[in-house]
């Protein structure tokens, strides 16, 4: 068990570009989450998959914001056409079946859109 | 809709002290709790967790939590901090009944002053 690890950890882009950040959950966890943090505040839920299925999605993801988890192991979020706004720490989750259930977080990555 | 509210932004507390953080929440039934530490640039690690039975739950390094369900609490205890504490502490609720994102409250920056 080599915990839930997230690449990069830190990114930095100009307004308007793509970013895309991995995730890699822990071996055999079922259920990937990510978040989002912006400074002084606790994590948003952005979305959830439970194995390749993505079953839920916040109303703070935007159209700009995609995820994917292809193969129901790693899982990709996107940002397309980045904003200034986007700038916050994205944490992803991962967490075993079945309920009561405990969500075990990465690292991070850091983006910063100048 | 559900919220946790921590209402101490910060909180300074002496090395070898006593802590406690308060966490209120509003759910419509009784949640999962969390309460999980952030270091600076890192990610989440889980402290403790309620889910059901005794009300005071034991976690690592030294801190437990008591539920108490007539005041909508989970406040976080600790008999004598030490000054690698300090951090970023988040009180997280949890739907039952299956997978959900958890609600997270804005965090309390615990300082240690030696």
């Known amino acids: 068990d080599t915990g839930v690890s997230q690449n990069p950890r830190h990114k930095i882009t100009k307004r308007g570009q793509n970013v895309t950040f991995r995730c890699d959950p822990i071996s055999e966890h079922n259920r990937l989450y990510w978040y989002r943090q912006t400074l002084g505040q606790g994590p948003e839920f952005l979305t959830y998959?439970?194995?390749?299925?993505?079953?839920?999605k916040s109303r703070l993801l935007s159209d700009r914001f995609s995820a994917e988890r292809p193969k129901g192991s790693f899982s990709t979020l996107e940002i397309q056409r980045t904003e200034q706004g986007d700038s916050a720490m994205y944490l992803c989750?991962?967490?075993?079946?079945?309920?009561?259930?405990?969500?075990?977080f990465g690292p991070g990555t850091r983006l910063l859109v100048l | 809709a559900q919220s946790v509210t921590q209402p101490d932004i910060h909180i300074t507390v002496s090395e070898g002290a006593s802590l406690e953080l308060r966490c209120n929440y509003s759910y419509g039934a009784t949640p999962y709790l969390f309460w999980y530490v952030q270091s600076p640039g890192q990610g989440l690690q889980l402290l403790l967790k309620?889910?059901?039975?005794?009300?005071l739950v034991q976690g690592i390094k030294g801190f437990e939590a008591e539920f108490k369900r007539s005041q909508s609490s989970f406040n976080l205890r600790k008999p004598s901090v030490h000054w690698s504490d300090a951090a970023e502490y988040f009180c997280a609720v949890g739907p039952r009944g299956g997978a959900d994102g958890l609600t997270f409250g804005k965090g309390t920056h615990l300082i240690i002053q030696p």
């Open positions: 998959f439970q194995n390749e299925a993505q079953l839920e």
């Open positions: 989750a991962s967490s075993l079946d079945p309920t009561p259930e405990t969500q075990y």
């Open positions: 309620y889910f059901s039975g005794d009300t």
